[in-house]
Structure formats: structure tokens, C-alpha cells
């Protein structure tokens, strides 16, 4: 960890507000300035830790500014390239010395002004807070896509998480450092959800995307919920190969069925037989490619160490 990042004081600051900044020069003066007004009137001590991802514009150049003229602001990080939003919060969250941690966009979408009312509401002892965009001002392309992973997201995490995109989150300090995050292992607001037992949800309001661009895509949006969902099935191979032994059986008891049919009908028997004997050698084939293909992927998890995200700078 960077030794710059330590508060002036020697102590830890209550809380740690952790910022991902994607091509945001227009909008990062004016959400800095709102985000300072937010904290100050809590009244409460922290840090700021900013990461710009892989921006080419002046995004950096005003993170780097915060950080000469303002004390709160502990760590900027600059990335090599776009590494995502999660890669931004995890290497935020690797030099934050909070005892919790405030995530937040910089793009203005979500209202700094409303961070007292989540911190009010994870004073009532829960683990995680999290806003949830109930009125979205995105395009409806951004719209079905997340709908569609929310619902995914709920599943994998056996929660009824409303909204994990919503990067608005307060949360216990010592659940996240638990996760072991770093460049191998990025932030997951559905992990966190999976080994948390006290969140709540409350709505935010969202605003029209005014400057910049958002890094998601569809593609990175894809691979986010493939990631998730092998990340937390213990299993995930067995489910499928699981069913498809008991589709396999099913078809097993239809021969019986069939080999016990009156002799007049035994052509009929004779068809059905040899679609069923294909149907069942296809249901194991592709049990068995379920399990050839969860030890590869075990395998190749274990052995990966290719990093996520890679640090230009911190300052």
C-alpha cells in the first residue's frame, strides 16, 4: 500500500469514499465540489481515493490537482487503460484506510447530496447500503441489458438484490478487506451480497448522463455476469450435468415403457426406441462434457494470473 495514503492525523477516517472516473473532465469539478459539501456536513471524517480508467482527456490532469490542493483527497490512481468499473473500486479500495467505504460515480448521475441519507441508513447496523435507481434516465439499450443481468445477478447471489449496477454503496469496511481483492480478484457487489446478511436497498434519484461516456458495454456487460455466476456456483457444471442425467433416466423409463408395447405395434416401438437410445446418448455426452469442462475452467482459474488492471500512477 501507497504510505502517502496515510490521514494527516496517523488515524483512520471513519470513512473511505472510493471514485471511478471515466472521461469526466466537464462534470469532475462540479461532482468534487458537491461531493466535498455532501461529506463535510456529515460531520464525520474521510479520505477521498479517485481512479481515472484509462481516460485520455483531462481527467487525470484534475485528479492530480485535487490531490495537491486538498487534504481529504489521500490517493489519485491513473490506469494504463479502461479497466472497467470494478477494477477502478478494487484498486481504490486497496489503498483506502476507512473503516467503511463510500462508492461512487463521478459522472453525476447519481446525487453526491445523498450520501447523508445512505449513511443514515447504515447507522441502523447494516453491512451494506445500497441505492437503487428507481426512475433510470438511461437509453433504453442500457436499460434491457441491465435488466436482464439484474435478474441473472439475483439468481447467482440467491438474493432479491434489486439493482447491482448502482454503484451508490456504503459498506462495512472489514466485509470488503474479508473479499481479499486486488488485481486477480476484482470487487462484486454480488459477492459482497453472497457473504453478507445485513443490506438493505433505498432509492436514489438518477439524472441524464450530461458529459462524458459510459464505459460499459455490451460485451463487457456479458462477461461481468459470466464471471459472477462462475465465480459463486460452487457447482456449476454438476447442476447442468445433474439435470441432464435426470432428463437421461426419464428417457430410460420411456424404453421400458416402449419395450413392453403389444407386438402390432412394434414398429412405432422400433422408431421410438432409436430416437430415444440418441436422445439419452446425447443428454450423457453433454453431461460429460459438463464435467470435462468444469475442470478446465477449475484449472485454468487456479493458474491464471493475469491482472485485471494495471496502475500507471498513484499520487
Known amino acids: ?22 472521461y469526466e473532465e466537464k462534470s469532475i469539478d462540479e461532482f468534487f465540489s458537491r461531493l466535498k459539501r455532501a461529506m463535510d456536513s456529515l460531520n464525520r471524517s474521510y479520505e477521498i481515493i479517485m481512479v481515472n480508467d484509462g481516460s485520455t482527456d483531462g481527467t487525470w490532469e484534475k485528479l492530480k490537482g485535487f490531490r495537491e490542493s486538498d ?14 468499473q470494478q477494477a477502478g473500486l478494487t484498486a481504490a479500495m486497496c489503498l483506502a484506510k476507512g473503516d467503511h467505504y463510500i462508492f461512487m460515480d463521478s459522472d453525476l448521475q447519481l446525487a453526491p447530496e445523498e450520501i447523508p441519507v445512505l449513511v443514515s441508513e447504515f447507522d441502523k447496523g447494516y453491512d451494506l447500503v445500497s441505492g437503487y435507481r428507481k426512475d433510470r434516465k438511461d437509453p ?7 435488466k436482464l443481468a439484474n435478474m441473472i445477478m439475483r439468481k447467482a447471489s440467491k438474493s432479491e438484490f434489486r439493482d447491482f449496477g ?24 454480488v459477492e459482497a451480497i453472497a457473504n453478507c ?3 438493505t436497498e433505498i432509492p436514489v434519484s438518477h439524472s441524464p448522463r450530461r458529459y462524458g461516456k459510459s464505459g460499459w458495454t455490451f460485451k ?18 454438476q447442476v447442468i450435468s445433474g439435470f441432464s442425467l435426470l432428463l437421461a ?7 421400458l415403457v416402449d419395450l413392453f408395447t403389444p407386438f402390432h ?18 443428454l450423457v455426452l453433454f453431461a460429460i462434457l459438463c464435467l470435462v469442462g468444469e475442470f478446465t475452467i477449475r484449472s485454468f482459474l487456479a493458474v491464471e494470473r493475469v491482472p485485471k488492471y494495471i496502475i500507471r500512477e498513484i499520487l
Open 1 to 22: 500500500m501507497d504510505s502517502g495514503n496515510k490521514p494527516a492525523n496517523g488515524k483512520h477516517p471513519e470513512f473511505s469514499v472510493v471514485v471511478t472516473c471515466y
Open 71 to 84: 487534504p481529504k483527497v489521500t490517493a489519485v490512481v491513473d490506469f494504463f487503460r479502461n479497466s472497467g
Open 140 to 146: 433504453w439499450a442500457r436499460l434491457l441489458p441491465s
Open 166 to 189: 448502482c454503484t451508490f454503496k456504503v459498506c462495512r469496511g472489514r466485509l470488503i478487506r474479508g473479499l481479499e481483492l486486488g488485481p486477480h480478484h476484482l470487487y462484486s457487489t
Open 197 to 199: 446478511a445485513r443490506y
Open 220 to 237: 463487457k456487460l456479458w462477461k461481468y455476469n459470466m464471471d459472477n455466476i462462475l465465480h459463486l456456483s460452487d457447482k456449476p457444471f
Open 249 to 255: 433416466l426419464l428417457f430410460m423409463v420411456r424404453i
Open 265 to 282: 405395434l412394434l414398429r412405432e416401438v422400433s422408431n421410438g426406441l432409436i430416437l430415444n437410445v440418441l436422445v439419452i446418448s446425447m
